[in-house]
């Protein structure tokens, strides 16, 4: 193996905040992807090669009471790969980490929900997240103009977040 890609994710998204629902979103977004990612960056230090590629999200970057487990799991990701990332470079091997942070993209997990923008349709996102794993990305928002709100979520003060 040469790319390794912890995507599986699941949400909360219609507001369950059920344990059971809520231990699920852990389970998949948080000790599944960690279960992997750990498995590839030992496999990619022994072949002294490698390349990681998570995906968190753009829901990640704040706290939402529809999504919190949600939106707490993808903070993890994003989190884990950049320290991950630190890791790599330390590493007596060439390991590169890129962080996918999409927005909102066409697929199941989106299907029927409501109060979405900027969808982008699935090809549009397969081929950006293509490129970002080819040229060997850090990072890549996905679709790139969610840059823009990724801009913006960074300038909202916490009083004004408390209130959404
Ligand atoms: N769509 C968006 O707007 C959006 C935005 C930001 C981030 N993301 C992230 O993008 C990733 C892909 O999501 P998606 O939009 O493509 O959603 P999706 O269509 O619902 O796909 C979810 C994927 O996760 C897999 N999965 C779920 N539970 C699993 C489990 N217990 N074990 C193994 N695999 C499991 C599913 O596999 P099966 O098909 O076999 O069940 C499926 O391949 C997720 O990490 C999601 O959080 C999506």
Request: without cysteine; proline residues 2%.
């Amino acid at each position: 193996m040469d790319v390794i890609v912890p995507n599986a994710g699941v949400s909360n998204f219609r507001g369950s905040v059920d344990w059971e629902t809520e231990r699920r979103v852990v389970d998949v977004n948080v000790r599944g992807f960690t279960a992997l990612a750990n498995y590839a960056f030992s496999y990619f230090e022994n072949k002294k090669e490698g390349h990681i590629v998570g995906v968190s999200s753009i829901a990640g970057m704040f706290g939402y009471g529809l999504s919190a487990t949600y939106n707490a799991s993808k903070a993890y990701v994003s989190n884990y790969l950049q320290g991950y990332r630190q890791r790599a470079n330390h590493a007596d091997a060439n390991i590169t980490i890129t962080e996918i942070q999409p927005g909102f993209v066409e697929s199941e997990m989106t299907e029927g929900k409501k109060g979405m923008f900027w969808v982008a349709d699935t090809p549009k996102a397969v081929q950006q997240i293509a490129n970002a794993i080819k040229r060997e990305k850090n990072h890549a928002y996905i679709t790139k103009r969610w840059r823009l709100v990724a801009w913006a979520i960074k300038l909202i003060p916490n009083w004004i977040l408390n209130k959404i």
